[in-house]
């Protein structure tokens, strides 16, 4: 073998490490969906590392023990669970932050996040709503309505009329987008 040939080897086996590295880190950070999941926006969105996550989880989990009306906090350990993929604790924690504010539309939209995680699309479906209720212009829990008619319980007209009602209220934001997106996907109505 010739220097040329050895050093154009090195070369591409350095450029096929790098855009590896560059997938596995999209694939990692949640920009690329597993094919055939509907992904649904995440309530902390910031990547963490794992021990860094886990120590302040052990944090915040000591800080509701002494304060269990912090209400913040668990919010916050609610939201720390949901990024570390941990829905059955994180449905708890917001269960304790519901207990203190009820009426928190993005609380219940995290929950029933989890809520739909754990498979339990009715209990999601229901959080989704009264939050919806509580603030109609809560556009995430009327798109997570739609996501959970159209995925979960196949119901696509119900879906359809959950995205429609969105476009109604908003044309510009991103979940505008996802929903006309959604809405192409869903098999012509009858």
């Known amino acids: 073998m010739n220097k040329e040939t050895t050093i154009v080897g090195v070369a591409a086996l350095i450029i096929g490490f790098l855009l590896g590295a560059l997938v596995g880190a999209k694939f990692m950070s949640g920009s690329v ?96 709503e009264k939050a919806n209720k509580l603030d109609p212009k809560h556009l995430q829990s009327l798109y997570n309505i739609g996501i959970v008619y159209a995925v979960d319980l196949k119901q696509p007209a119900k879906a359809r009329a959950t995205f429609e009602a969105l476009l109604q209220k908003d044309q510009t934001s991103d979940l505008a987008r996802q929903a006309r997106e959604m809405l192409q996907q869903l098999p012509a109505a009858k």
């Open 33 to 128: 969906t597993p094919a055939g999941q509907q992904a649904m926006p995440q309530a902390g969105g910031a990547m963490v590392n794992p021990g860094q996550s886990a120590a302040r989880i052990a944090e915040l989990e000591q800080v509701v023990a002494k304060d269990p009306k912090n209400l913040q906090a668990w919010i916050t350990l609610g939201n720390d669970y949901f990024d570390a993929n941990q829905a059955q604790k994180a449905v708890q924690a917001y269960g304790k932050a519901l207990a203190i504010d009820p009426n928190n539309a993005n609380v219940l939209t995290d929950q029933g996040v989890m809520f739909r995680a754990l498979g339990f699309f009715d209990r999601a479906l229901a959080n989704f």
